[in-house]
């Protein structure tokens, strides 16, 4: 029996220097960060993370750390063990098992694509088959990996040839394959929407969590909203959303992906730079984006210390 | 001041005979068909309505007819005049003023695509100057058109050079942009949802109204999911939206638009075939077809004749 | 029997006025801009002709002109009479072949794109069927019609459905289909290279003839191009290659199609602006580019006025 | 002074058994092969290679393995040590060194795609910097990586930012872009033509050398065309390419890459399978695979054993 994920999960970056060296030492201070927001969880070494940047180590030592940290929490620990070598998702896999992580995730190999959903669930079952005591979640995110294959037909081969699924990531605009997915074989599986723009859209068709960047510096603003959405003050729950749309699209304007770190910055959690081949803001256009934080008028929806 | 249409607006398929030639008289009896259903309004010569498979002749004598069809009830008719040429889009926008339309309605062109979304407004307000006292809607539908241009960006550019713009039919998944129209400038614009599947997902946005496909045989469905969505029976809601979405998940396993004239064929309104290059459902396959809608089993959410 | 064409097809622009007015009393002297340049034919109302953009009544005017002017001269007209609508296509075919044109040309329809191949097959037989005695190009070019058909699968269902075909004008780098086409059935059709950039690797895989926008302007160095790869003189064919390629690279620099018509402008054939959507180039930045061009040094490269 | 490569640079295939387990002592072997069969080098760890699926040990012991085997012939080897993560392609770059490999390879990394030029040459240099007396090159293969920047503006920003690199594995069909890399600097830069199917259409262009996996089985049929070429003997030489062309549409007709190491079992050089998420043929398809390589009648073509 799955057990389901309710409200926010974050995908924590990963904590750097200026050099690139991962500082460690700052991950517990992080998931006290996202505990005292009421954050329910962390989805580590995601494309926010940059799992696929670090090397097998870094990515093994991160986990290690977020282990550790949330030993005495509530915080739910998902770890991408995703990439394009199956052995080298098994390795990360079992080291998950070991240091007590709450759950894996996969993403569809992003070098050669899988042809359909059959292959696709092929590759994610030899590695869940190493691990047939965890939960594992599929990270959909075709923007990034190039493989564009419905997950409701990912639903029907996985069913039965991954009895380890506990769910999907959802990160894309498909909203009929979602409502789809959410009602395959009477919402037996977790289906997290990974579209923080697009929260309230999830939210109406029954979705009860989220995956995703901006909560690790704008959760106050999703909790509001959900509440908004369950008490039915729905002008409250546009208005917020409309507010994180107005957040989201300064990732846009500065750049992408990196623009979140400078989020944490803002906020008074510095995580240093992402790696190449991410670009990142210049001090010069961080004064810029500053000025257009402070024009958003959300100061109270951000994450706080 | 900007009249918006409430409810469901249905885009027409164009009633032909075997031989591609079109049916003009079925016209006022589909209206009727329409107006039984409590459709409010039609959107002809679109995508659904072949507007790009017709002749310019043919396109202003359907039109035509629709005119006199509407004269006495309710429907608003709204006639795609867009096409990659200015100069035939203005002579049928003028013939839309002439014939009593109560809107036209603009592509993107899709030959030659505008490099951004000045271009764009460029090419739309050619047009739209030409018959200035008509509320102009544009019609978005990127994978149609190939052209994706943000419509926040284009109603930037458009709210001072296309006066006469009424708003748009959003036919795509970017809900964070769609939700940026509906706020832009405080609502001023008519932002109808084009995604039948999608429908509920939108209605949470603040969408009032939806121009689609599947309302010519399942309007019924849908108000029953908006009066659902009224009422915050969203467990009714999100029923019926996967019902449209079992429904609309036939349109892919039969071969895509053509099988929208088999769902007209199944509640009894004869359509005719899609003139090529679209493909259309062989005899045999409807057989099949048929009893894949009978095991939907929604025979009270079809239109009636 | 297919009677092939040898050498340069120019496809002609469109000369307009400043309103945007077609000026068709230039259409004669523009043909004799071709013929003294030694160009063996004309592709009209194409992409670079800006068919799509005119009306119905202005392409076939304009056809008229290109028949009256040629009359006299070797030039073959060939007249893309291709749209979206296989009705009005033929009624552009037939118009085409009372007014003696010498071909006409279809492109894959480009809103409704064809399914496979047999689709996009029926589609140009139904046109050209209704101009039996014609000869029929197809012109591929899915850069701009989204239409990604392999040619070789057209050729295997085209080479009994469509009698009249005469050959493709093949606009598109897949060199191991536009070689497996020039083979096919022993060389059967006439194979019409479209990328002038790439004229050298087209013609070692045995191309005779070429059909593209720079022919207008650049005819010259395509000549002497196609002499140096006759006589086996590989160096200056290559130097002559990679002239029109830094001749061809300002199209990107200044924005695309629009850039030909500077181009006429530089050769001292004014031939006017592109119509909507298309952009046009500044006066400032016609003086940049007037620049760039003397820089290219390739003043005996150019057509003669 | 950069060393160029003329010939044929076989990218070896994985061995492996059914398990998928790498079968190192079949690497020698693999090399006589090629050896026997004049080929001039060995690209591996590349696609056809798998390098992607293989885990950071399996790609080191494989270079390892390859370094032995060709430390007394004259093969250049190449070990492609691009991936996402710049920290673990520095590794296997330093190993690659440590081992003698004669040269390195990169790609632009797969999953964060680089935003223009510069951003993929910092993330090159960044590695390339770490092994300052390697020659590197860039593997340019967009439709597996997402990444199409222009090579040409590659060389622009790398000429002064990357002193070691070498030269480019061109897998593309921008032969504009190919041709202005070759005359760039005066010809400073190996390109090596990567689409096999092509090579006749880069060789008049200037390139002396290929990258590929149909050198691995077929080295005569490309060593006649070269041959064929050079003496003048063009229709030999298109009469090999569209045999080269013949068997390479066997690929598309079995499933894609894994039909590669079909081939290397026709010829009776056993390589096992492919790693999901590739799909390999089973026995029956290769049954007919089988007959339908006899209906070539190449037999003289492929490589000896």
Redesign the interface.
């Known amino acids: 029996m799955i057990t389901k994920i309710e409200g926010l999960i974050a995908a924590p970056f990963s904590t750097q220097d200026k050099q690139g060296n991962i500082l460690y030492d700052r991950i517990p201070l992080y998931h006290d960060l996202l505990e005292k927001n009421e954050v329910s969880g962390a989805f580590i070494n995601g ?1 926010t993370g940059e799992g ?5 180590k ?1 990515r093994m030592k991160t986990a290690e750390y977020w282990a550790l940290a949330a030993k005495q929490s509530k915080l739910k620990i998902i770890n991408l063990v995703g990439g ?5 998702c098994i ?1 990360n896999a079992r080291h998950s098992e070991e240091i007590g992580m709450d759950a894996i995730a996969l993403l ?8 359909n959903a059959k ?2 669930v ?2 994610c079952a ?1 590695v869940a088959e190493a691990v047939p005591q965890m939960p594992v979640y599929f990270y959909h995110i075709p923007v ?3 493989c564009n294959i419905s997950m409701y037909d990912f639903l029907k081969e996985a069913s039965t040839a991954i009895p380890n699924l506990a769910g999907i990531k959802y990160t894309h ?4 394959d979602f ?2 997915c959410i ?1 395959f074989e009477n919402g037996k599986y977790d289906m997290l929407w990974g ?1 923080d ?2 929260l ?7 979705a009860r969590g989220g995956v995703g960047s901006t909560f690790n510096y704008a959760a106050p603003l999703y909790y509001q909203l959900i509440d908004a ?1 369950d008490n ?1 003050d ?1 002008e409250m ?2 208005k917020l ?2 507010q994180s ?1 107005d957040m ?2 300064l990732l846009g304007k500065y ?3 990196a623009t979140g770190k400078a989020y944490m910055r803002y906020i008074g959690f510095e995580c240093g730079e992402f ?5 990142n803001m210049s001090n010069e256009a961080y004064q810029e984006f500053e000025k257009d934080v402070q024009g958003l008028q959300m100061q109270d929806l951000f994450s706080k210390l």
């Not at 569809?108 to 042809?115: I, N």
């Open positions: 494309s696929v940047s670090l090397t097998q870094e394009t070598s199956y052995a080298e390795e569809a190999p992003y070098y050669f694509k899988p042809a292959a696709l092929e590759f030899k990034l990996t190039g605009e498909d909203f009929m409502q789809s009602n579209r723009e697009n309230l859209s999830a939210l109406i068709l029954g959405f039915g729905f729950a546009r959303q409309q749309i989201i699209r750049g992408g992906i790696r190449l081949p991410v670009k």
